[in-house]
């Protein structure tokens, strides 16, 4: 089919393309090729052949379907011109096509583009793990032109500051280096650092606050460096941003947690070895104090020695109470445990309490009322009261001052007891807590982290083990201490006991003296002077006594005889067999012997495992004669 000549100018226009290397095809109304240039020719199915006249669709069988197949009719109804990218599968490649009318018809030209758009394929990909490798890392980036003053920022600084990315011009937010999030305190510092690392060309870092738009502040660590032109001249200014926030939370949090870990495993090692000491302290006393009580038993009133011996005896007492602020230390002191009234305690010491103060202090008492029990020893707790109260009156200057005690009970999470002193096993829950204030000197941090180990003391020589002792009772009752001190603001300790779930019990009026008693005693404790002492005293009391240092010879002499002994003093702590397999087997052997506890420390653990398995009393090592008298008779008269 002979197709009409081209316009003239159009066919100028179109031998200039002839030889362009961008296919060009001109099209008629009827959708057949009036030309078609070489580059084009190469699109064909077949290239040999010229296409003129040619169906399009025909001759270029890749177009069959494509976007300009589809838009040939609206570019020719509606005289527009058209532009897309197309991909090709069957040559994978893509097309950038543009098609406008023409006499009668219309130009496309085709030119391959898929170079280009790989090319910003993988500039996009790049940009994007880019962007998710700054928002995993919690990095963002930023640029200044220093010549045209125009900034930049990466999306994750947006994020970063608390703002959509895109959603203020960092050109208007950011007139020197983003001042209108940095911390006012530290902008300063930031326009030196950015002013030296354009001076020095070297990368700077600077550590800075800012305040995000929703008011939280947050730690950024910021690298700085400067990007020169061909002439050396400064350009840009280029930086990378970390938000470090969380960082330095979780390594202070680790900090302080090595330093509890190390406290409590110093705590531990010192609290055995106090415990060991204290243990064979306490045998050799029971023999000082024991002997002594036998002497004064023995000797007239008008004897010249008795005064002597009356000394020794105590001396051994004193020995006994260092004894006891080591097993408390330990957290190994706990021996009669009952519900106790913290206030009661408390207000029974008032008098005791205000001589133990220097004569100007003053003591202020705000005592809850009925307040709940809790579990403790109430000798250890009028000790570490006694033991804050001398030291709030020492810590008051000459002139004087005023002491507060306080008492009520409180509630204690888990955030309240990480800021409790380490090396107790409190648990959150519900406590009732003695408060013990001063308005003294106060302590610094370093005088703080220090108070509760053994001997250290801001006071004369001699002095120190108290309040390591109080920290060894707290450990012994599961309770927890919080410190507030400040230089020139004082301080005060609080003592948290966990709540009771007993009632105080009314006292037990006291048995009457003298008595003697009748039939056959065992000792079984593996310290020759204890059970000296403690045969030559019951002895005394009317009792035949067998002692052994074994628990296993103690079973065996109960076994052949169920009957043959009315009480067994048995030693908590022995070698070989120990006190508590000892006390099994004798309970099993004759289940209605009574037994007698005697230990110079018992962990609670312990203790409550005898709790309702027949445990007739407990005595604390070392003892005089009276108080193995009392136990003895007690429990013999409760039948």
Not at 569 to 577: H, K, Q, R
Request: glycine share 8%; net charge negative; aromatic share 6%.
């Amino acid at each position: 089919m002979t197709l009409p000549p081209l316009d003239p100018l159009l066919a100028e226009q179109i031998a200039l393309v002839a030889q362009n290397p961008v296919p060009v095809l001109v099209l008629d109304g009827h959708e057949r090729v009036r030309y078609a240039n070489h580059a084009a020719r190469e699109l064909s199915a077949d290239a040999s052949i010229d296409p003129t006249g040619s169906i399009l669709w025909e001759r270029f069988p890749d177009l069959i379907g494509s976007a300009l197949q589809r838009e040939y009719a609206r570019v020719l109804r509606e005289q527009v011109s058209v532009r897309f990218d197309e991909y090709q599968h069957t040559t994978d490649r893509w097309l950038h096509v543009l098609a406008y009318p023409v006499q009668d018809g219309l130009i496309a030209t085709l030119r391959d583009v898929t170079h280009e758009r790989r090319t910003a394929d993988a500039v996009r990909r790049s940009e994007q793990t880019l962007r998710l490798a700054q928002q995993s890392a919690r990095i963002g980036t930023f640029s200044r032109d220093l010549r045209l003053g125009v900034s930049e920022w990466s999306d994750q600084l947006f994020h970063m500051l608390g703002l959509e990315p895109g959603s203020i011009d960092p050109n208007v937010a950011d007139r020197n280096s983003a001042r209108g999030f940095i911390h006012p305190d530290d902008r300063a510092m930031v326009r030196a650092i950015w002013k030296r690392a354009i001076i020095s060309g070297q990368t700077e870092t600077v550590r800075h606050r800012v305040i995000r738009t929703d008011g939280e502040e947050r730690i950024f660590d910021a690298n700085v460096f400067t990007v020169h032109d061909q002439h050396d001249e400064p350009e840009r200014v280029v930086g990378t941003v970390r938000d470090v926030t969380d960082e330095l939370r979780a390594e202070r949090e680790r900090v302080q947690l090595e330093s509890q870990m190390q406290q409590a495993q110093k705590l531990e090692s010192l609290g055995i070895l106090a415990g060991g000491i204290a243990h064979d302290f306490n045998n050799l006393l029971v023999g000082i104090l024991g002997n002594a009580s036998l002497a004064l038993l023995d000797l007239s009133a008008d004897s010249p020695t008795r005064h002597s011996v009356a000394e020794i005896e105590q001396a051994a007492q004193r020995a006994a109470e260092l004894t006891r602020q080591l097993l408390a230390y330990a957290g190994k002191g706990r021996f009669v445990v009952e519900p106790v009234d913290c206030s009661q305690v408390v207000r029974e010491m008032t008098a005791l309490l205000r001589t133990a103060v220097s004569r100007n202090a003053q003591v202020n008492l705000s005592l809850a009322e009925a307040l709940p029990a809790v579990e403790a020893d109430i000798t250890q707790l009028r000790q570490v009261v006694m033991n804050l109260i001398t030291n709030a009156s020492d810590a008051l200057p000459e002139s004087g001052g005023m002491i507060f005690i306080h008492t009520g009970q409180q509630e204690l999470d888990a955030s309240n007891l990480e800021e409790c002193v380490p090396g107790t096993d409190a648990v959150p829950g519900h406590y009732v807590f003695v408060e013990v204030r001063d308005d003294g000197n106060g302590m610094d941090m370093a005088t703080r982290a220090r108070i509760f180990d053994p001997f250290f003391t801001t006071k004369f020589t001699g002095r120190g083990l108290g309040l390591a002792a109080t920290l060894g009772i707290m450990r012994g009752h599961r309770g927890a201490i919080r410190v507030y001190s400040e230089p020139g603001k004082g301080t005060s300790i609080k003592l948290c006991f966990p709540i009771s779930e007993q009632s105080v019990r009314p006292p037990v009026a006291a048995l009457a003296t003298p008595w003697i008693g009748e039939g056959e005693v065992l000792i079984v404790d593996d310290e020759p002077s204890v059970r000296a002492v403690t045969r030559a005293l019951l002895r005394r009391r009317g009792f035949a006594v067998t002692d052994t240092e074994s628990g296993a010879d103690a079973i065996e002499m109960v076994r052949a005889k169920p009957d043959r002994f009315q009480l067994v003093l048995l030693d908590l702590t022995m070698p070989g067999m120990s006190g508590e397999e000892t006390f099994r087997e004798l309970r099993r052997s004759a289940p209605g012997i009574k037994i007698i506890l005697m230990s110079g420390y018992n962990e609670q653990e312990v203790t409550r495992l005898f709790v309702g398995r027949g445990l007739a009393a407990f005595l604390q090592k070392p003892f005089r004669a009276e108080e193995l008298d009392g136990a003895v008779q007690r429990v013999l008269a409760a039948g």
